[in-house]
């Protein structure tokens, strides 16, 4: 609780602060009463508070004691539009250090924030995880409120609910809970809600510090969580009745529930054609089975199943190969971790050095590697198009690139029926999947028909106006 | 809450009967696949106590759970029986899956993989069922659409020295094992299970006369002196001059493998935990070893179809209407 004496709440805002530089105490007198307006430097525009706050606090007449002078600048001066009241220390420096300024007086004990906020922070910019062609150019930025209002601009109905909370013991990180409320079960936000009490964390600094928590606690290979960078395709995720959580610093919102099937969508397939659209869709569909599966299959092919091989092709595998000295299993892993190396490389590596790690690994992998004979022609391609097919699907590439892993180490000790049982495997655990009674393979399992009008294909948006989806339809605890 | 679809429940069934053909062993002819279709049909006017029963809410009584369980381990240990018979002609590498080290090694894995899916729970067994039911599906049309260049109905007539129609009916009732699972998992079902069943019955006919038929048109002449017929007409099926595809059809047979057994560890784990309800860890792992230990006793038994059959009958029909009585008189 603040204290009514002023000197003994500046004494106090010091010692809690540690002296620390930024904290910015300026001690007035307005109306008679001794003040003081505390701010966080750098985190308030100074053009705005000079003109907004400090000019006109100075000319106050004359008050009879703090409170009627609170109730005036309350009341009559409406010096910003966010003016909450504060009555303890935590919510005090919560406030002063996210921008606002914050009046305290003698004899008086509580304090009025001012919302004059004005750090630097990156202008809304191209998203550069999530290309788009036809859709919107603009994505999150690393400021809640900004990102906020990309929300409203985009859904002006009353129907879309905005719930800032605080999270994080140290960072005091705002989270902001979205959701449309004719759309989302009060169930379902409540036990969202409910999961979101249980971070403890110090600090939410990334997607990850919070997505544990609305995740199903079992061992998941895939996330049944999304995020993205868009607003529009959050909006479009909040008209099918999810859930969003926007932190602030983080230009991601994660979206509550995900399914498998929405990795293989973009906004783009709603501005094409549904015929080109479905096209694409398979083709990320087949760029998904050519990543995981592809060095496993013919490494298995190789070793064990050559009959499977028509001659010519075999006959130049066989070429191909003779010369090498490693096993084609060694062979695979070695490119594809080499692969691995050279990706983290080109993503950690400060920029101007990123056109030597192209040379490095264009000159040892393409050229040094063949010609030496430690690596097959064949083997390279193959792994070079598993490698692609990945790409296409950026979202998917941490859950690609284990399961490249783990299938070519079952197909190269097992052959096709190691490829089988780990496939077996790895469907259950997809098929395990769920958050929150959303099975995370629906709608082909669970089958609802409905649903393949949006997944195996794209149905037209005459049809699909009308239908009005939302994720609900799918929830296996609520239906 | 344990509770499935019925489009769940006939993808369960499914896989186990498909894998069930897959190792068929012995002679077949027009005839005795007429008798097995029809088997099918009477197996679906039997099943309507058991469905009655299940879409009346009818929960499955104790004396009938054990008796499933007991029907489930056997019937579990004479699936792995079979995997092991038909392991020594599909699986490749052969050097690594013949005699008992092969056995071993076929055995660990497949338990391995089943252990994991019966862990993750009945609801993610049942989505799997339908996945792997669908793109066993996929894998048996190719290979039935291979089959097409090398189908010579001359073969019908060469095999009706085989088995007669009875013999057929008769097979059907001893490979239908699936449906112990079926009359478990029932009342499991949260939608109709009455369309669950038609859906099942309507799609087994389907599924089964395509396997036959292309079984007899391709391997008909020489059904005799085959071990598999199912198997061997799969081999015989080949589409390309300069290429085989046997191997393709090994996937198959893995994936309808790992889903067959699981399915009866799952259920026998779900019967466990209603027969024991402080049983809570381990059931899977319990129902992985029991069903092993079956499979080593039934391995030198060869009374297979009678006992098989027996258990089908007294599953599918026998205890449902038992149970339906009591209900009624209560």
């Known amino acids: ?479 | 809450m344990n509770s499935i679809t019925k489009n769940q429940l006939a993808a369960v069934l499914l896989t186990t009967d498909i894998f069930m053909l897959f190792c068929f062993q012995g002679s077949l002819s027009l005839w005795s696949a007429s008798g097995f279709m029809l088997g099918i049909a009477a197996q679906g006017l039997l099943a309507l106590p058991l469905v009655i029963f299940a879409d009346g809410g009818g929960k499955t009584e104790k004396w009938a759970e054990i008796f499933y369980l007991a029907c489930i381990v056997l019937w579990g240990g004479y699936l792995l029986c079979r995997l092991w018979n038909a392991c020594d002609t599909i699986f490749v590498p052969y050097e690594t899956t013949g005699g008992l080290k092969g056995h071993l090694l076929i055995t660990g894995m497949i338990s391995l993989v089943c252990l994991y899916i019966s862990s993750t729970g009945m609801k993610s067994v049942s989505r799997s069922s339908v996945i792997a039911a669908g793109i066993g599906v996929i894998f048996l049309a190719v290979n039935l659409i291979s089959s097409v260049k090398r189908q010579n109905f001359g073969n019908i007539t060469a095999s009706f020295g085989g088995r007669g129609f009875v013999d057929g009916l008769f097979l059907c009732f001893s490979m239908s094992g699936s449906i112990i699972v079926g009359a478990v998992l029932a009342p499991l079902v949260h939608d109709n299970c009455r369309s669950g069943a038609k859906l099942y019955f309507s799609l087994r006919t389907a599924l089964s006369a395509a396997v036959l038929i292309t079984t007899l048109l391709v391997t008909g002449g020489i059904m005799s002196i085959t071990d598999f017929p199912v198997i061997t007409a799969a081999q015989l099926s080949q589409p390309f001059t300069r290429q085989r595809i046997d191997s393709l059809f090994m996937i198959l047979f893995a994936i309808f493998a790992v889903f067959s057994v699981t399915s009866q560890v799952m259920t026998g784990s779900y019967l466990l935990g209603e027969i024991f309800p402080k049983f809570r860890k381990w059931r899977s792992t319990a129902m992985i070893f029991i069903i092993i230990a079956a499979a080593v006793l039934l391995s030198g038994m060869s009374v297979y179809g009678v006992f098989t059959a027996f258990l089908t009958l007294t599953a599918e029909f026998a205890v449902p209407l038992v149970m339906l009585i009591r209900r009624r008189k209560r």
């Open chain 1, 1 to 479: 609780m603040l204290y009514s004496e002023l000197k003994r709440n500046i004494a106090e805002i010091k010692r809690i602060s540690g002296g620390s530089s930024d904290v910015l105490i300026n001690e007035f007198v307005t109306g008679g009463i001794h003040c003081a307006l505390l701010n966080c430097d750098g985190m308030v525009s100074a053009s705005t508070i000079t003109e907004l706050v400090f000019e006109p606090i100075t000319s106050i007449p004359q008050k009879k004691d703090a409170h009627e002078l609170f109730h005036y600048i309350d009341e009559e001066l409406l010096l910003s539009t966010d003016r909450p009241k504060i009555s303890d220390y935590d919510e005090l420096f919560r406030l002063m250090n996210s921008g606002f300024a914050v009046l305290i007086a003698d004899k008086i004990d509580f304090a009025l924030a001012f919302g004059v906020q004005g750090f630097a922070a990156r202008s809304v910019q191209e998203p550069s995880s999530e290309g788009n062609i036809m859709g919107a150019h603009e994505g999150f930025t690393e400021t809640l409120p900004m990102n906020m209002s990309q929300i409203r601009r985009r859904l002006k109905t009353p129907l879309l609910v905005m719930e800032i909370m605080v999270k994080g013991e140290k960072s005091q990180t705002n989270i902001c809970l979205c959701y449309m409320k004719d759309r989302v079960p009060k169930q379902l936000m409540d036990k969202i809600r409910k999961s979101l009490d249980k971070i403890r964390t110090e600090a939410l600094l990334t997607t990850g510090y919070i997505r544990p928590f609305v995740e199903n606690g079992r061992f998941e290979l895939f996330s049944t969580t999304g995020t993205t960078e868009r607003p529009d395709v959050l909006c479009s995720k909040l008209i099918e009745g999810r859930a969003a959580i926007l932190i602030d610093g983080l230009p991601y919102a994660v979206v509550i529930p995900k399914l498998f099937c929405e990795s293989f969508q973009t906004l783009d397939d709603y501005a094409e054609k549904p015929l080109y659209a479905a096209f694409i869709r398979w083709l990320k569909y087949g760029a998904f089975i050519l990543a995981v599966l592809l060095p496993a299959v013919y490494t298995a092919i190789v070793m064990y199943h050559p009959e499977l091989l028509n001659s010519t092709l075999l006959m130049i595998l066989v070429d191909s190969e003779k010369d090498a000295p490693l096993s084609i299993l060694t062979e695979a892993l070695f490119v594809l971790l080499m692969y691995e190396i050279i990706r983290e490389a080109g993503i950690r590596l400060p920029k101007p050095s990123g056109g030597a790690v192209s040379i490095i690994s264009g000159l040892i992998i393409g050229d040094s590697a063949v010609s030496s004979g430690l690596v097959s022609t064949p083997l390279l391609t193959i792994t070079a198009l598993a490698v692609l097919g990945g790409l296409a699907l950026p979202e998917l590439n941490p859950q690609i690139t284990i399961l490249r892993f783990g299938f070519l180490l079952a197909g190269g000790a097992f052959g096709l029926l190691g490829v089988s049982l780990l496939f077996c495997a790895v469907l259950a655990n997809i098929c395990s999947s769920e958050d929150y009674g959303f099975p995370f393979t629906a709608p082909l399992s669970p089958f609802k028909m409905s649903g393949l009008s949006d997944t195996a294909f794209r149905m037209d948006m005459k049809k699909m106006q009308d239908r009005g989806f939302t994720v609900e339809e799918y929830n296996e605890q609520h239906n």
